[in-house]
């Protein structure tokens, strides 16, 4: 499996939506109440003989939701989805403004795929 589908399978089992980069929604429709992005940086590791032996991933999850909505508990569960999915314990950002609540999820994942 693919990073991108690692994420979307941790988290699609809380019903709503997640998609790797910017929110769009199909066909021009208005946002959902909740939803999740997520991006992400990579960098070799493991190196020897001069090449990355493994890939290590630095990513970010992004919880979107209203003002109104009680995050608490999500916050707590998408943390532990995450990390039993194999990612490093999340950490917590509160990126929330006067357009509503928006919590980042900080983790790492190594990827066990040799290179080359």
Known sequence: MTVNEIIITALEDFGDPVR?????????????????????????VDYGDDIPGHEMYFIQVHFFCSRTFDSSRRISQTQKKLFATGFSWPAVINASDEDGQHIVFECEYADGSEIG
């Open 20 to 44: 790797f980069g910017e929110y769009i929604a199909p066909d021009k429709k208005p946002k959902p109440d909740r939803y999740y992005t997520f991006n992400y940086s990579k960098r070799g």
